[in-house]
């Protein structure tokens, strides 16, 4: 056992860690000291055992950390600053500023942060997520005598993760698959912004995760103690069949004069304090930033140099197993260059308008059956609904512990269990692991809403994972209004990079996966029927990927009908009652604002052009809709229990309830100059 | 104890329950038979457990019961049937069909159903929400000898419940505020959709609810034996400093062919197996929704008329204490009639521009402090962010535990922890209890996202919960992206029965307090600054409550800029920068799009006119700004961690910025016809 290894410059290292870490809010005059402080010796045992290679942040088999604590992020920039990463030390000195490669809360975008964290608890979820992809990527691609991927992950997590429901999902589901590879450090430091965490938090917490299935250890008041962290984090390590659980109590802000309380968790030190605190660890009291040349020789001789030698032996191993398993080592290698294989979008179903009528989530079941084999990175899964969501094609293996007889973690479809908001974060960890993975995962579209947290950080975070959301609708019929959406697309039509689909049949549903996979930075929620749905005349996999385009067009059309998903052939029907009225429309499908918003305006005005109005149908609320059309025919109320004819009827969703609302639009615009709303002033 | 109490008339009430709770879907088509099949004798134990009267659903002190596993609910319509609430058998046969009384799931507008549920988890939070008003309510009112209110809250929670996070952050306050008076029952299937519940959910169940603090009872196998449940819940009923938690090991869908499969969970039984199981219950095959009239008798002599009973005599006592203690009997009174305090909105602050800039989360903390003593239904709180939302005036008194030393039950400041998601559940418990509680509580509005399910629950039930959301954009400065909201506000704009306030000023503060705390079956969300601005010249918090007014007017506009909350300002400033060029501009302030909308066509054209160019000017995305204005001037890219204003700067949101654009609006709609976008066509 690694105990006793420790000598005065891990001392000093820590030192600085935790000097550098009280600098950086200083110099902003905003963020946390508190948690750094505390955390710093735990910092400085974690880099003792984590195998990274700082000039190389991209390497697959290097070990995750993940700071779910996002607030104690100083503290991370340090560690990396540190260790060699490429952070200099002006960059800390502009932590918190505009621009700064050390911002706020952690963003996965700049170098050795794997996930985005900030948002309570995501980071616990993110960190299972990495820890499935990488017993996938093992389990799919090591082979005796050549282990590629071997690596752990590491959390960071704080007293507010542990109350955020969404970790208490996610902890249960690591629990249930027996991830070894995943050790979690909980920084119980018993105070959060409100005061005293006893205030509202008094959970057994040992008790709890013991309950989940996790390897428990309790470090009570050893945090100042590296041996006992260092020790559990490589019983953690030895792990196979359990995620481990070590709980450090600790103080936070220690050190400082306001060491135990709140008033040190999310404010700068004060200037007497932070000279006080240096002088206390040995430093000049009137210099900042200062990091004593021992300490970077150390990480040097210690971490980096380790990492970036263990780097090259992967490598070396890397390169013999693309000799002796040519055709896996290539698959390996189109993975880690994030490329697809160049046919892989010939598997996409097409159809004509002779096939039959399906459920979009039908026929985005028919997808996965055709695209899974030529795609080893896709991982699917759903949140307990998967024979409604048809997330699971045939002879698909479960992700599940080997020993379980469930499955093996060479299995690609993952029982989330009825945890929307954890399966969001968990897809997010599996597509930040890297190796090219395309998670998908399946619920109703009215729960992607419990999830809008992860949802959000995969928007921001970039990472392309998609979303099977069915029941996309009214259209949904009998459960009912808590179950029918009405506000979930404006909501995702409104975040930014996020792409929302809602595809009217086939061909729609074939673009609009097409689209999906190739992001390699965006990711998608694809909102998809639960009833039939014709196959069009006029749809197109190429041009819906456009997110809009003309249907079924007239010459000088009275009006344009804009229809989306199940609301597309209701259209094209009461296109056809206009028709028998001599009035002439113009069909437009729009499965994807999104998609639409990225084209030219000369493609908008094509589409949309200027001299005619334009009504959008779609049985979701008409918040937004004002942006393509004049008049928008929608639902701004709850939905109703009942059959889905009954249900659309009574929303006067029938051919008849669009062409008398189109004729109306047609008078009122009648002798004004009708501009296409996609023009921008500016 | 009262064991041994079941006779055969118990035995016939519960297959009684069961054939009724089967009779529904399968004449429906539609639902889910499994979960009451296998819940009717715990239902029926409950029953005679429970304190109601079918004849006055609204009783203050009548025991609550959710249905968490809302699925579940042909059961509860056949309880609600049985027991003499306005249920006919005909009710019951229109089961899930358009504007039936029997929903696809609960829904809290009908009789005797509590609160709405089907997403699940929400249910247990909303008991514990339920819980806590009861707890405040009795220690608010009753007095020695006169016990007003001393009702229990039960739970029946499926495993799906168990599963979702919401149910581990509200069960983890719940023991935290050992909440004696709630009883849950956990149905323990071991079922859910995707088959097995052990395909993803193996938590040791018992020891995690030992961890929370609840007292734990497992009722074992004992599923069929009501004695031994009976005998648990009487145990719970007797629990004072912990909630009680009772596994009930049962089989979905038991005396079906399919018992113990996923089958039988969400569609209705097929013919042959539906008259095999009536034929088992012994009821004669051929008839349907068939109910033997000594199992009315027994309900009605059992549970009716004691529940009638109790409420005459309860009657008495409360006529006998408006006599003793009047002041509190009038304030009672006012209560249960929902009718606020005639004056309570003479104490909302009013300002003049000579008051100086504060922040808007400051000033709603200046409501709470002037309006919480005329309010004694007023009960807030915050999810960990008291210091940074403002949201607990001087003096407040922690809801805690009395022994803890933290507070007391008659405490009105309620600790959520980091807890969004059942914060939002919670208080719509507390307002679903009655007596007129106006729950708040506070969070960054980039966290009501966490809670996205609740809050919709909220909408779509009606419940009057305020939601102090601060901290509503770029900025809150160096937090950065993850905490900046971008999208939030256009996800809840599109919710139906929901109001989104982003006041500008103090004024606009109280107008939206005014308008959110007079509502009786509408939430709201109040997006507040957490930077200071300044009290504008031309605000009025009467014109405010209209959702949009004239702030500042000129004659003949060249351009209306519109601006919400801190954008008010700015627009005011870049207003004079455009008069320094001779451009007249209309400033109006829009604090409301849900109560704007609400106006006659003419206020909106009086504010927003044809014939002059609009442009709206808000740091978030511009989704659904079209809707109100020609162009918009918004955000629809994450934020930035930065300085407030230098946030501002680089998305150009200074009065240059807004000029600018505003000279490009006019130029581009220059000699086009200008339609107010506020017309319907139909």
């Known amino acids: 056992m690694p105990t006793h290894q420790y000598t005065g410059i891990d001392d000093l290292a820590i030192r600085t860690l935790k000097l550098l870490s009280v600098d950086q809010p200083s110099a902003a005059n905003s963020g946390h000291p508190g948690a750094p402080l505390a955390l710093a010796p735990a910092a400085h045992t974690l880099l003792k055992s984590i195998k990274i290679n700082p000039k190389n942040p991209a390497w697959i088999n290097r070990d995750r950390f993940v700071l779910s604590n996002g607030h104690a992020c100083a503290l991370l920039y340090s560690m990396l600053h540190l260790v060699g990463y490429d952070y200099t030390i002006d960059d800390l000195k502009h932590f918190r500023q505009l621009n700064s490669k050390c911002p706020g809360h952690p963003e996965s975008h700049l170098p050795g942060i794997d996930v985005t964290t900030g948002p309570l608890g995501q980071g616990v979820a993110d960190a299972v997520g990495l820890a499935i992809a990488q017993a996938n990527f093992a389990a799919t691609y090591n082979k005796p005598g050549y282990t590629l991927s071997d690596s752990h992950t590491f959390v960071f997590a704080g007293d507010g993760c542990m109350e955020e429901g969404i970790s208490s999902e996610a902890s249960s589901l690591a629990g249930h698959l027996g991830l070894g590879n995943l050790i979690m450090i909980y920084d119980n430091n018993s105070i959060s912004i409100d005061g005293p965490t006893k205030l509202s938090y008094t ?16 470090l009570n008041d050893n945090a100042d103690d590296p041996n006992a962290l260092l020790y559990a984090i490589h019983q953690g390590m030895k792990s196979t069949k359990k995620p481990t659980f070590i709980r450090l109590t600790t103080v936070i802000g220690v050190g400082s004069l306001l060491a135990g309380t709140a008033a040190v968790h999310g404010s700068p030190l004060k200037p007497d304090d932070l000279k006080q605190l240096k002088k206390h660890l040995g430093f000049d009291p009137e210099q900042s930033f200062v990091v004593p040349q021992e300490v970077y020789d150390f990480y040097r001789k210690t971490v980096t140099q380790p990492g970036i030698e263990a780097n090259e032996k992967w490598d070396k ?25 160049s046919n892989w979008d010939s598997y996409l179903p097409k159809y004509t308008p002779a096939d039959k009528a399906l459920a979009t989530r039908k026929l985005s079941e028919g997808v996965l059956e055709h695209i899974h084999a030529a795609l080893p990175e896709l991982m699917g899964g759903s949140a307990d609904l998967t024979p409604s ?78 979303w099977v959301a069915t029941h996309d609708s009214i259209g949904l019929g009998e459960d009912g209004p808590t179950h ?26 074939s673009a609009a996966y097409k689209v999906a996979i190739d992001h390699r930075h965006t990711p998608s929620i694809l909102a998809l029927s639960r009833q039939n749905l014709p196959q069009l005349e006029g749809s197109c996999p190429i041009k819906a990927q456009k997110g809009a385009y003309v249907l079924q067009d007239v010459s000088k059309p009275d009006i344009i009908l804009i229809g989306t998903g ?82 659309y009827k009574f929303f006067d969703f029938v051919p008849e309830g669009v062409s008398s609302r189109a004729e109306k639009t047609i008078a009122f615009y009648k002798g004004k100059e009708v501009l296409s709303p996609v023009h921008d002033a500016f």
């Not at 959970?203 to 309790?218: A, F, P």
């Not at 809709?625 to 009954?646: C, E, L, M, P, T």
């Open 203 to 218: 959970d057994d917490i040992l008790k709890r995760y013991e309950s989940y299935g996790w390897e428990v250890i309790d």
């Open 317 to 341: 191993l890397y390169a013999e197993y693309q000799k002796k398993f040519p055709e896996e080592g290539k698959e390996v290698a189109r993975r880690l260059n994030y490329e697809l294989p």
């Open 389 to 466: 969501n048809l997330t699971r094609w045939q002879g698909a293996v479960d992700f599940e512990e080997p020993s379980s007889g469930l499955g093996n973690y060479k299995g690609r479809y993952i029982r989330y269990g009825i945890r929307e908001h954890a399966m969001g974060a968990i897809m997010n960890g599996i597509a930040a692991f890297g190796a090219n993975y395309k998670p998908y995962g399946g619920t109703f579209l009215n729960f992607v809403s419990y999830a809008a947290g992860s949802v959000r950080l995969a928007a921001l975070s970039g990472h392309p994972v998609i």
């Open 484 to 509: 029918q959406p009405i506000e979930t697309l404006a909501h995702f039509r409104a975040m930014p990079n996020i792409d929302v689909w809602r595809p009217a049949d086939g061909n729609e549903v």
């Open 566 to 647: 199940s609301e597309v052939s209701l259209v094209v029907a009461a296109a056809k009652v206009l028709a028998d009225k001599g009035i002439k429309v113009r069909v437009v499908s729009l499965p994807s604002t999104d998609a639409f918003d990225r084209q030219s305006l000369d493609y908008k005005l094509s589409v949309l052009p200027d001299g005619v109005p334009i009504m959008s149908v779609e049985v979701l609320s008409t918040f937004g809709w004002q942006r393509y059309a004049h008049q928008a025919f929608g639902i701004n109320r709850f939905g109703v229990s009942a059959k889905q004819s009954d249900a």
